[in-house]
């Protein structure tokens, strides 16, 4: 089981079940939502328990992806497409994010210069993720 939560715990959550590896998006989208590129873990949305949903705000584009966040503090918490039956929660909300590693950097094309001189031994995708690769962990 994982726990996280939003910096002033209005919003917290749990995960029964294990997390995907870590992809880090480096969209424009979640840059502008994290001020930076976005590190995402993933699990099923079955698997998701949240408390504090009355602080729980969400936004959506035209068209795309719900993205969650604490209405109190700001923490950027969760994002969720249309059609899929997964949650990706921002690694970094996440009590112990120890155990998982990065897998992959997608949307690499789009990565801040700063960013683009990071040298890393996975993947980097210059545009979105391999089906496989985004794909929740299997209990």
């Given at each position: 089981m994982?726990?996280?939560r939003c910096l002033c715990g209005a919003v917290a959550y749990r995960v029964d079940g294990p997390?995907?590896?870590?992809?880090?998006?480096?969209?424009v989208d979640c840059r502008r939502?994290?001020?930076?590129?976005?590190?995402?873990?993933?699990a099923p949305r079955q698997s998701l328990a949240i408390t504090g949903e009355e602080a729980l705000r969400w936004f959506r584009l035209p068209d795309g992806p719900e993205r969650g966040w604490c209405g109190r503090c700001g923490s950027s918490l969760f994002w969720t497409a249309p059609g899929r039956d997964t949650v990706s929660i921002a690694a970094g909300t996440l009590d112990d994010p120890r155990e998982l590693r990065v897998v992959a950097h997608i949307w690499w094309e789009h990565a801040e210069p700063w960013e683009a001189e990071q040298p890393g031994d996975v993947p980097h995708h210059p545009r979105g993720a391999p089906p496989a690769l985004a794909a929740p962990p299997q209990r």
């Open positions: 994982s726990a996280g997390l995907r590896p870590v992809i880090v998006c480096h969209c939502w994290h001020g930076r590129a976005a590190a995402m873990t993933c």
